[in-house]
């Protein structure tokens, strides 16, 4: 007797469902649409899921981004066909930037419907082209192929996981959609979902230029009690991004390295012959600039983790592989730096920290506790419980905390979407992180806000830890005042191209998603906010002018030039 096509599509479906939940997968989120119907299905019915329903494809594959961003574990997202596919292209592209692994499930029609002008069908096969680590176009599920049903789930999470990424599978199934689940081909022999390795390298077998280096850390770092030791042994500063939860209150540690390499004096001062880069890199320019010349005058630049990055072409040694083993060896084949190193960045970065804090406490725009944008992104780091994330958008509110946020004992955690560096679907990530991992404060700008409204939709009940989006607002395009075009172009040109002052009011499209939002302009206003909020909520915080605000970075920067020049000698 023949099984119905819609039971064998049910079969199939949660066949792949239950070799993803083998393996680990707790988190999917599906989009409302009928050629979805087998898989959604099948996401629903397991309860070791937490299935999250979200209305626009493009904010649902960043929220489902987001949970896997927390918890280091893929996650499932589930659309229809058409152009709802379509729409999951830019947050594949961050998935796969940032190494972010991922199984991007695309109902699709059955091959009689493409080429003929079929509803809702485009080409889908191939559609995220090599942002996707591997694709999978499985046809119309047959009950003949029944034996490799549980190699497909186990393969697409198993290399999501290994290679770091998205993974796509085009899903293609026939009406009618809804059928009875039959009987599950047996479990494979293994460990689910773990089938491939990582990619590793060799660690390193001898240090030739041993003295004085540094360890630049960003996400993807070994923990403190891994690095903090090691780099006491080597006698090497620790610059440590605040992604990489290494910014802590210890004398190796460094963190207003984009403020001191910004003086030249400094720069010559602080030349290391080795540098060890440990994780994804920090958004500063400064400090890729600074490696690149130092790089082409002779120092050795070697570079560990899943995926390290070297946009400059200066890395002399890639190990993918665990940063700590390569630091480790690194530790235990070279000998200790010169005291007076480490000694030197260290007064470096005591005054650094003394005059970023006195030109936030004095400037004129922070009179009376006013909220400046680095004085929030330094209070934010400084001042939320180690227990919430703060999430950042990789605009200026990254940039900001990366170089004023000090090192503190118990430092919050850090995310942010540094695969491609846009601004798309920031409140998306930051509530599907606060969905898998505990309580969220999300800085994010005025536009990064306005660019991801669909995000603030609530379909069913929705799930997880408090999110406040702490909204800075400065009317408009805050980073492009730090770049050529403000001075380079006539005023109404700029703000027209650039500046992009919106009209729509932030807290207004808050309240008219039901959001709790309220205004502040002050620390305190901003403490007392983050207090009181609960659930999502919107806190907008009143900022000066973009070009007040580019000064205020350039009085800081000055500051720490004249305040570093001394103790440098």
């Not at 099948?42 to 929220?63: I, K, N, P, Q, W």
């Not at 009875?180 to 979902?193: A, C, Q, V, Y």
């Not at 419980?385 to 000090?406: C, H, I, K, N």
Request: negative net charge; hydrophobic residues 45%.
């Amino acid at each position: 007797m023949s099984v119905p096509i819609a039971d064998t599509q049910a079969t199939f479906a949660a066949t792949l469902v239950d070799e993803w939940v083998r393996a680990g997968v707790r988190h999917a989120v599906v989009c409302p649409g009928s050629r979805s119907t087998p898989l959604a299905v099948a996401l629903a019915g397991r309860d070791e899921l937490t299935v999250h329903v979200r209305l626009d494809e493009r904010s649902a594959c960043y929220f489902a981004l987001g949970t896997a961003l927390a918890t280091g574990l893929p996650a499932v997202v589930c659309t229809t066909s058409g152009t709802a596919a379509a729409e999951l292209h830019p947050a594949v592209v961050e998935a796969s930037h940032a190494g972010v692994p991922l199984l991007v499930c695309t109902a699709d029609r059955p091959p009689r419907l493409h080429q003929v002008g079929a509803p809702q069908t485009i080409e889908q096969r191939g559609l995220y082209g090599s942002a996707v680590r591997r694709s999978f176009d499985p046809g119309v599920p047959r009950e003949a192929d029944r034996g490799w049903w549980r190699a497909l789930g186990a393969g697409s999470v198993a290399d999501a996981v290994a290679l770091s990424g998205p993974v796509h599978l085009n899903l293609a199934f026939e009406e009618p959609l809804l059928g009875e689940i039959g009987s599950l081909p047996p479990p494979l022999p293994g460990d689910p979902g773990r089938s491939a390795g990582a990619a590793t390298g060799p660690v390193l077998a001898r240090v030739d230029r041993p003295g004085r280096g540094i360890v630049i850390a960003g996400a993807g770092a070994p923990t403190p009690e891994v690095t903090l030791p090691l780099v006491e042994r080597l006698g090497w500063p620790l610059l440590a991004d605040p992604r990489s939860r290494l910014r802590v209150s210890h004398p190796s540690v460094v963190s207003a390295v984009d403020a001191i390499l910004r003086d030249p004096s400094a720069r010559r001062a602080l030349v290391p012959e080795t540098v060890l880069v440990l994780g994804q890199p920090w958004t500063s320019r400064v400090l890729a600039e600074f490696l690149e010349t130092v790089a082409r005058s002779g120092c050795r630049v070697v570079a560990a983790g899943a995926a390290p990055s070297d946009p400059a072409r200066i890395v002399a040694e890639t190990y993918r592989t665990d940063p700590g083993i390569v630091l480790a060896e690194l530790a235990g084949a070279s000998p200790a730096a010169p005291a007076e190193w480490g000694a030197a960045w260290e007064r470096a970065e005591a005054a650094a920290q003394g005059a970023i804090a006195k030109v936030l406490e004095n400037d004129p725009l922070s009179a009376g506790g006013r909220a400046t944008e680095p004085g929030v992104a330094r209070h934010l780091f400084g001042a939320l419980d180690s227990a919430t994330t703060l999430f950042t958008s990789s605009s200026m509110p990254m940039r900001d905390v990366e170089w004023y946020g000090a090192p503190r004992p118990d430092p919050p955690r850090v995310l942010a979407n540094r695969g491609a560096n846009g601004i798309d679907g920031v409140t998306s990530t930051a509530l599907g992180v606060a969905a898998a991992s505990g309580p969220v404060v999300a800085a994010l700008g005025d536009l990064a806000f306005l660019h991801d409204v669909s995000a603030l939709v609530e379909i069913g009940v929705e799930t997880g830890a408090p999110c406040t989006l702490v909204v800075i607002d400065n009317g408009g395009g805050g980073i492009f005042s730090f770049l050529p075009q403000a001075a380079g172009l006539g005023r109404t040109s700029f703000e027209q191209l650039f500046g992009t002052p919106p009209w729509t009011a932030v807290l207004e499209v808050a309240r008219g998603f039901g959001l709790p939002a309220v205004e502040v302009a002050t620390i305190e206003g901003l403490d007392e906010a983050l207090a009181a909020a609960s659930g999502r909520s919107v806190v907008r915080v009143e900022v000066p002018r973009r070009e007040d605000n580019a000064a205020l970075h350039q009085r800081i920067h000055q500051a720490v030039a004249e305040g570093v020049a001394p103790v440098l000698g």
